[in-house]
């Protein structure tokens, strides 16, 4: 009996610390993106407000985690938080989730990690920033449902765009979606409700398409 209570006692202690662990996750992502309300960027243009509530499904994912997502189900969120357009789409993937009963969304901070490249004089394609071996390895799982990269005349070479969704069943991008909806021009100002509403149809879509996968 003595050895049952242990046993029960470890269980309760081990499903208390995932717990903890859990929750403190959802509230740094919640202070990371709340953080920004009212402030300005370094251009002086004020950060678009977000609220999250704190059983959002967001997930923070590791490289390993996320490699392991694109070989098989999930929906995986690329941005970052000074992003004007992911703090766009947050709220509205946040509200598509709950509506579709959808547990966890993970999410991959893409700041700093990408290369940047432009065309030189010559025509030629000059690297100003290398990338990651992070963002090495998520280019190449994720290739063909990338966009390519603009400005340099070589549709062979891509981007992965931040904010993009991208909703995955058994290893196959059902969706992927970049950016807001076309009408907004503008991303330091929120969306209208009626273009909340057209990304979140596109979110849902997305959702249904990867459903029996979960």
């Excluded at 000074?82 to 966890?104: D, F, G």
């Amino acid at each position: 009996m003595n050895k049952l209570i242990c046993v029960l006692l470890i269980v309760l202690l081990v499903s208390a610390c995932n717990d903890s662990s859990v929750k403190q996750e959802a509230l740094r992502f919640k202070e990371e993106y709340e953080s920004l309300n009212g402030k300005e960027n370094d251009s002086g243009i004020d950060y678009v407000n977000v609220v999250i509530e704190a059983d959002h499904p967001m997930v923070y994912a590791d490289i390993e985690q996320l490699l392991e997502v694109i070989k098989n189900d999930g929906i995986i969120y690329f941005g970052f938080d000074e992003c004007p357009w992911c703090r766009n789409v947050l709220p509205v993937l946040i509200e598509a989730a709950r509506e579709k009963e959808v547990s966890e969304i993970y999410y991959y901070d893409i700041k700093g990690i990408r290369d940047e490249l432009v065309l030189n004089e010559e025509g030629m394609i000059e690297v100003m920033k290398e990338k990651s071996e992070d963002y090495q390895l998520i280019y190449d799982a994720l290739y063909d449902s990338l966009n390519i990269y603009e400005g340099l005349n070589d549709d062979t070479v891509k981007r992965l765009y931040a904010p993009s969704v991208f909703f995955i069943k058994e290893g196959k991008v059902m969706l992927m979606h970049e950016s807001t909806v076309e009408s907004q021009k503008d991303p330091s100002v929120m969306m209208s409700d009626v273009q909340q509403h057209q990304l979140k149809d596109i979110y849902i879509q997305g959702i249904e398409k990867i459903t029996e996968a979960f």
